[in-house]
Each structure stands twice: as C-alpha cells, then as structure tokens.
C-alpha cells in the first residue's frame, strides 16, 4: 500500500484517467483486500451460508466504505493524529447505524437474518484498514474510488463463496432450489446437502481454495522463498 | 517375469524424452518403479542406501493391514446376517458372511483407490514431480474407517477433499500436517453425519434388491450405546478384543490391529514409542474415570480400562493412525507426549463429550497440529540444556 500516495500539484485529471482505473480494478486482483490483504476474513466466515446475505452485506460495506472514505478525506486535515482512530470510529460507526436502520425499513427478513453482522460492520478490517491507509491521505475522489475498488474486491469473493456454500450446503441459489428435491435421499433419492459447507471452516476452506488458485495464476503475488 | 521386464524396456521410449506420451511420463515412472527396482545409480552423497524405500514401506504397511481387512469383511457379513437372524453362531456360514462382507466393502476399497490415485496422478504431472506412494495407505486406510453404509459418492467426494485440501496443497506426500485418510473421515464426519455416525449406518440390514427387511433394528455401536446412556449393553470384553461387534469395517477387532502392530514393530516401520505412549495415555485417562466414575454415579467412566481401550477405534488408531511417520511429532521425546495425549484425549472426548462417541478420530487430528509445536519445544529445551552444560565446562 505504499503507492497510496496523494499526488500535490498534478495536472488535473479525468474522472477515469488510468490512475483512477487502477483504483478500482487493483483490489479485484493484485490488491484483493480479502485473499491478499487479508482483511474482514470474519464476515467472510460467518453470512456467506446464503448468497442473499453476501450480496447484502456487500451493499452494506459499499455505503459505508465509500461515504466513510469520502468523509474521512474529507476531514483528513481536520482530524488531530492522536485521536484519528475515534474519529474514523466514530464516522464508521454513524454510518453502520444508518444502513442498520435502512435494512430494517425495507429489508427487514434479510436484516433479521444479517443484522448482528450489520452492526459488526464497524469492526470489519477493512473500513478501518482503508480509512487509515487511504482516506487519511488522499482526495475525496480517489477515496470515494478507492472505496469502491475495496468494497467490489470484498464483495466477489463474498458471492463466490456464498455460491459454493448454497449451492452445496442447502441446494439452492439465491433461495431458488437447483438441486431437485427427488434427489434428496429423503425423497427416495442418493443425494445427501453437505453439513460441512454449513460450517464456518468450509468457508475458510474456500476462501483458501481462492487464494490458492488465485496465486497460481497470478505469480507475482507469491513470496520469496 | 523376464517378459514384464522386456515389455516395460520396449515400451520406454514411448514415454521417455521426445517419445510419443512424454507427457505421461510421471505415470510411466511410478508403474516402472512400482514392478521392478528402477536401475538408478547414486550421483554423489550416500552411496550406501537400505534397501527399504519409501515404496516398501507403504506396502509392509498395508500388509500390516490386511488383517484387518480381511476380519473387516467376515464382521460385515456377521453382523449383517446376525441382524437378519440367519447363522447367528460364529463359525456357521463362514464363506457367506466372507462373501457379503467381500462386496460391500471392496468397491469402497476400489472407489477410494481409483479417486485418490487419480488426483495424484492429476497433481504429479501438473508440478512435474515423480509420483510418490503415499496414497497407497492413505487409499486402504479411508475404507477401513467408514462405516459399511456409506454411499460410494460420499467415499469418494471425502477422498478427493482429503488428497486435495488434506495433503496437495501442503505439498504431496510427506508434507502434509494433517493424517490424510482421518482428513476424509473428518470431513465426512461433519458433512453428512446421518450417514458417517448414529446407529443406522454400521450394520448392513438390506437384502440383495436394497429393500430394508428389518425394520426399528438398532444397530448401535458399542460407544454409540454408552454415549446415550447404556454404558451396560456394551459388548463385553473378549468381543471387543476380537471383534464381533457394530463398528467402521476396519477398527472393530483389537485382535487384528494387534496383527498388525507386530508386523509394524518387527519390521520397525511404526513406532513403538507412539504406540506405547497412546495405550499409557488411554489407559491413564481410563483409570481415573475409573476412580471418579464410582462417585460420580456415571456408568460410562466405570467400564473397566482394558475394556474401555478395546472398544472403538482406539486399537485401530493407536496402530495405524497415530503412528503415520509425517504428522506424527519426529522427536524421540516429542513422541512421547504426542502419544500419551492422543490416548488421554481420545478415551476424554469419547466419554465425556456426548456429540462424538468416539473421540480417536478427534484426538489424533488435533495432535497431528500440535505436534510441530510439540517438536520445537523439545529440540528448543534440548538446545537450553546443552547451552547450559557447554557453559559449566567453560
């Protein structure tokens, strides 16, 4: 993360220029904040039994990463070194409390279900890990990308994942049955849902599955030695 | 013999460099090494080698296993007939109960082989790296700890997560932390526990056309029963120690993992020292339930402590699972207490804990992690003492 540098006194640049391209795109890849920084592994664990839940909770992280970000940026020199930490928590946590309350106006099933995670938010890495390293010193704009960028790499490992562990562990996709119910050995068939991918540690399991294959194609990301 | 080897010499350019199937030579080589003794001479270094190779050593192994098998495949006839209530004694239909036995067990055998050489072959030719034997137990161990019932996919979606996720991605044969064929158990165990646990997967009560003929028949193990509460309908001693009763094909006769222990100390190829230690830890851990148990009014803990080390998988694990050379602590000292902890937390988990009814399978797996740490503590406290005396002579 050292070439998150803010860039004083360059020409002005467009909205898309290659720099802010890489914003975005560095984190699906080379910078992925879960297989490569390794950052909020702990929601990754625990709301992607369902891909429902893993696309909520991408949506919750995009409103807050990005607006936190911008905020941040925004503040960034405003906010006293010795106590940028409570205040980056505090622009967290406001912010949680609105999504919180939005998915119990509108979503509520969904909120029941991710509502704990919701409010663990705040204490997903990778809002604080990106405040710190990115927003403190930067622009509004790039921050608001770079929020973006984060939150997309965060999210595609999440459904990727969560398709894995509905698929398998209930036999569904986004709560539509895929694997026939006349399979099921309780209907006469063979098939038996998989217990494990119900689990927390098939979801770690995953996750490593990803950055495995994930190394193998992508070599510069391997460490000497 | 002379034509094997002549057939091989002339099928070698096909596979060697710039021949038709270079591509499959990994293959080539682990069949031409698995028949004959290759003709290798040593470059440089240890010119002296012992003629046992890792090859010979997989395959004294399974050896060593063959007891158990074989008992494996009369006991699933046995109890399978016992269920129907035909040859209820022992020694009648001896050939039927061998032959039930036999096809219920040997396509799990098959599957298991087929599946996990497979993705080692896969894995070999991919890294370019010789093919090594180690599924060759791996493959005969997974069968022998699934319970008769198990569907063949199951067998081979555990054996493809445990060679996979178990061993390749640490690195192939030899650097794996986790007992690779416990691995497949494990995660069967956990994926699909109506079929990996419970008292309807041990004995085979369908007759030839799968229809269930015995209908409410309980099918309990020894531990399943005393996990619910009626540690008194146990088998008793000697039909633990020789096997006649509900369990995973493999591990229900002391007797035969006994078999196989010696061939395994004789030959030196398992560690007496983890065996040992296992059978101390279990039995220390057995005779202080043994003491408590009265006073605490559990029956469970009072089954006598030789019983209670021959019921289960606690034989089966001691000879074959414990002492697997990779995950096992490499230390002579390390040893020791990676034995004695497996036997104290498998007869601890077994009794205590009433989700698992039998705590080897657990107990050896969360050894197999510890025993790197176990390891550095023993050669760090090894490096203290010297350190220490190297200071007084000075």
């Given at each position: 993360m050292s070439t998150d540098t803010a860039t004083p006194a360059a020409p002005k640049e467009g909205l898309f220029s290659k720099k802010n391209r890489k914003l975005i795109t560095d984190p699906l890849d080379d910078n992925n904040p879960i297989t490569v920084q390794v950052l909020g592994i702990c929601s990754a664990l625990a709301i992607t039994v369902k891909i429902e839940n893993a696309l909520v909770m991408s949506i919750s992280v995009l409103f807050v990463l990005v607006f936190g970000n911008m905020a941040v940026s925004a503040l960034r020199n405003l906010i006293p070194s010795r106590i940028r930490i409570i205040a980056q928590l505090v622009i967290a946590a406001g912010l949680v409390t609105l999504v919180d309350i939005l998915l119990k106006a509108y979503v509520y099933d969904v909120s029941k279900q991710v509502g704990v995670y919701v409010g663990l938010i705040i204490t997903n890495c990778i809002i604080m890990g990106r405040f710190e390293a990115y927003a403190m010193g930067n622009k509004v704009l790039p921050s608001a990308m770079d929020g973006i960028g984060n939150t997309l790499g965060y999210a595609w490992i999440l459904v990727v994942v969560a398709f894995f562990r509905e698929l398998f562990g209930s036999g569904t996709l986004m709560g539509f049955r895929?694997?026939?119910?006349?399979?099921?050995s309780t209907e006469g068939g063979f098939y038996f849902n998989n217990n494990m991918m119900i689990l927390p540690p098939m979801a770690l399991v995953l996750v490593g599955i990803i950055i495995w294959v994930q190394r193998s194609r992508n070599t510069k990301l391997l460490e000497e030695g | 013999m002379k034509a094997l080897k002549k057939a091989l010499d002339n099928l070698r350019p096909t596979f060697?460099?710039?021949?038709?199937?270079?591509?499959l030579h990994w293959v080539w080589d682990a069949n031409e090494t698995f028949l004959f003794t290759p003709g290798h001479a040593t470059q440089r270094g240890a010119h002296i080698r012992d003629g046992i190779d890792l090859k010979r050593t997989m395959f004294m192994v399974i050896l060593a296993m063959v007891p158990c098998l074989l008992f494996g495949m009369w006991n699933v006839g046995h109890q399978h007939f016992l269920a129907l209530g035909e040859y209820t004694a022992l020694g009648e239909g001896f050939w039927q109960k061998f032959g039930f036995g036999a096809l219920k067990v040997l396509p799990i055998v098959v599957v298991s082989y087929a599946v996990g050489l497979g993705i080692e072959f896969v894995f070999c030719s991919i890294n370019k790296h010789p093919i090594q034997e180690g599924f060759l137990v791996s493959g005969m161990l997974i069968p022998l700890v699934m319970p008769v019932d198990v569907p063949l996919w199951m067998v081979a979606v555990g054996t493809a997560f445990a060679v996979v996720i178990g061993k390749e991605v640490f690195g192939g044969t030899g650097m794996n932390v986790l007992n690779v064929a416990l691995t497949a158990r494990a995660f069967l165990f956990f994926a699909y526990p109506t079929m990996m646990s419970g008292d309807k997967v041990w004995v085979n009560t369908s007759t030839a056309d799968g229809q269930a003929v015995v209908d409410g028949f309980s099918g309990a193990t020894s531990l399943g029963l005393a996990a619910t509460g009626n540690a008194g309908q146990v088998t008793s001693l000697m039909d633990s120690f020789w096997g006649f009763e509900a369990g995973s094909i493999g591990e229900t006769s002391a007797f035969a993992c006994l078999l196989g222990a010696a061939l395994l100390l004789f030959t030196g190829i398992g560690s007496w020292r983890i065996m040992f230690s296992v059978f101390l830890g279990g039995l220390t851990m057995a005779g202080i339930f043994n003491l408590v148990g009265p006073g605490l009014g559990n029956e469970y803990m009072q089954i006598p402590v030789l019983h209670q080390l021959m019921l289960g998988s606690f034989m089966f694990g001691l000879v074959f699972m414990a002492t697997d050379p990779v995950t096992a602590a490499q230390t002579d000292t390390g040893k020791w207490i990676y034995g004695f902890f497996i036997g104290l937390l498998a007869i601890l988990i077994r009794v205590v804990n009433p989700a698992y009814p039998e705590g080897m399978m657990l107990a050896i797996l969360f050894m197999n992690v510890m025993a790197p740490l176990i390891d550095h503590y023993v050669v760090q406290a090894n490096i203290k003492r010297r350190m220490k005396r190297a200071a007084l002579a000075a």
């Open positions: 895929v694997i026939p119910e006349s399979l099921y | 060697s460099k710039g021949g038709k199937l270079e591509k």
